[in-house]
């Protein structure tokens, strides 16, 4: 079966079915077109701090919410499969969003597949369906049917446990909200404090149009206004999220932000945006124009990103799903296929263009990560320089590094780095530019539309420029000035491709590092 896998995302169906339990390697072409055997019993490209399933297939998170000391992260998955199909709920749980605890099936397909949505605590048992005192969970998702002949049928479902997740009972009374439309999905459900109920924010994809409703059970819901479309509008609209934000510096100060996911910044491939503005409870209000597109993150593979209910802080944490629906399917296949983003607290800072995202990894990432190593400053010229000669490297690292721009015209760093296959993450002081370039970068997906040089504006503040940048074995994120833009990407580097170096270009530039290294 995973002979036929690779073979046949190679595009190469009959030798596929010929070679089918031929042996237990793989081969595949590299980026710059070499040859290589994979060993997929290595699981080398597994993350070690970011979540990935077992095995098989998985997209978007679901139903993030923190309950009774733990983090949950259930998730699109198909339990059959490396392929999309058969979408029930995955689960996992962890204590410190970085360790994660797998756990079964937490809500599985019946007649419907089960699309997108959230989970909330009723601890006030509003619904009537906790059995205890501390309330219980209460999952709100979509019921995708598959009516034949390019027909579907979606509708909000809603399901609860009583168990700590670990098992749903789906409501006798669903659907709790059916327009009767093919499309209309990925409820977003959330407290109202000020209103004393749930909001649900969900999705009519194809004329990008989202609308708001109201319940005080989770079993009836009233609808209360509409939004859009705006921003870029060439993609359909899925996934959405609204959350009050705090704004950097200034305390007290909150606005509304409305992250959905749509169109990205390269065309052709979806990704995702955000609207800055006020939520009175009843109506969505963007403060921008209409057709101004803000986009959260500049790499390919950071989408459907939701964010987590119920915290026991006031931190807003999301996690995004590592992947493009453009290629998705023809990544190269593990025992599991796909990961989800480091989870990222936001903010909101403000700028002379007005508010703009600002995104960190959760501090328990610095929390765990092993003792680092502050170098002195490196000044970098046309010669590459590896990290204290050598010494560093790894597939595994978390890198806080401090550029200072003399006169170079380029400079940046290669990660994941043999002979001629790397990572590179680079800046252009002419253009003002940053960018990540993943088409060396190993193992290439069959898909072209893959290996791009991902690129955004990011002003250097006093001639520098401020990454933290994390590689997790099959992950890049790249946060540039403290959270103001992101670029992920996912990468399939080889084992072997575990060097770390630093450039300028035309000139000179400094570097000051800051390297905390899990290794391999
Ligand atoms: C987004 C999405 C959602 C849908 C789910 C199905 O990636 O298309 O709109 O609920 O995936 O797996």
Not at 317 to 340: D, E, L, S
Request: hydrophobic share 40%; net charge negative.
């Amino acid at each position: 079966m995973k002979m036929k896998t690779i073979l046949g995302l190679l595009g190469l169906p009959a030798l596929a079915a010929w070679w089918v339990g031929c042996g237990p390697s793989e081969t595949s072409q590299t980026a710059v077109g070499e040859t290589v055997v994979l060993d997929t019993a290595t699981e080398h490209w597994r993350p070690r701090f970011h979540f990935a399933p077992p095995r098989h297939w998985t997209n978007d998170p679901n139903g993030l919410v923190y309950f009774q000391g733990e983090y949950h992260l259930f998730y699109q998955h198909n339990p059959f499969d490396k392929k999309w199909g058969h979408m029930s709920w995955g689960h996992a749980v962890s204590k410190n969003l970085l360790d994660w605890e797998h756990l079964p099936v937490a809500i599985a397909e019946d007649t419907a597949m089960i699309f997108s949505g959230s989970a909330v605590v009723d601890t006030a048992n509003l619904s009537g369906f906790a059995t205890g005192p501390g309330g219980c969970l209460v999952a709100i998702y979509t019921a995708h049917r598959d009516l034949g002949g390019g027909k579907t049928h979606q509708t909000q479902h809603i399901a609860y446990s009583n168990d700590r997740g670990r098992t749903f009972t789906k409501y006798a009374g669903n659907p709790v909200l059916d327009l009767q439309q093919a499309d209309f999905r990925d409820p977003d459900v959330f407290w109202h404090a000020p209103t004393r109920r749930w909001i649900m924010v969900v999705q009519l994809p194809q004329p990008r149009k989202t609308l708001f409703y109201a319940s005080n059970d989770l079993k009836k819901w009233t609808k209360l206004s509409e939004f859009g479309p705006a921003g870029n509008p060439e993609a359909i609209w899925e996934c959405p999220e609204l959350v009050q934000l705090p704004v950097e510096n200034e305390p007290g100060q909150q606005k509304w932000v409305y992250l959905l996911s749509a169109a990205g910044p390269y065309p052709g491939y979806q990704g995702m945006q955000y609207f800055v503005g006020e939520f009175d409870g009843t109506t969505f209000r963007n403060e921008y124009p209409a057709d101004q597109a803000l986009y959260v993150d500049y790499g390919r593979d950071f989408y459907a990103a939701i964010g987590y209910n119920h915290l026991p802080d006031d931190r807003r944490i999301i996690i995004g799903w590592m992947a493009n629906w453009a290629y998705a399917g023809q990544t190269p296949a593990h025992p599991w296929r796909h990961v989800m983003s480091i989870p990222r607290e936001l903010a909101l800072r403000r700028t002379p263009a007005g508010y703009r995202l600002v995104q960190r990894p959760v501090r328990e990432l610095a929390q765990a990560r092993p003792p680092g190593a502050e170098l002195d400053p490196i000044e970098l010229d046309d010669e590459p320089h590896s990290l204290d000669g050598g010494a560093v490297t790894g597939r595994v690292l978390d890198l806080e590094l401090a550029f200072e721009q003399d006169d170079a015209q380029q400079f940046g760093l290669r990660l994941f780095e043999q002979g001629d296959q790397y990572v590179e993450i680079g800046y252009l002081p002419a253009t003002g530019q940053l960018y990540l370039d993943r088409s060396r970068a190993g193992v290439a997906p069959t898909s072209e539309r893959f290996s791009q040089r991902d690129s955004a504006a990011v002003p250097l503040t006093d001639r520098q420029l401020k990454l933290r940048v994390l590689i997790d074995r099959s992950t890049v994120e790249v946060f540039a000035q403290d959270g103001q833009v992101v670029l992920s990407n996912a990468v399939f580097p080889l084992p072997q491709q575990r060097g770390v170096s630093f450039f300028a270009k035309d000139g000179t530039a400094w570097v000051k590092p800051h390297v905390y290294s899990w290794g391999d």
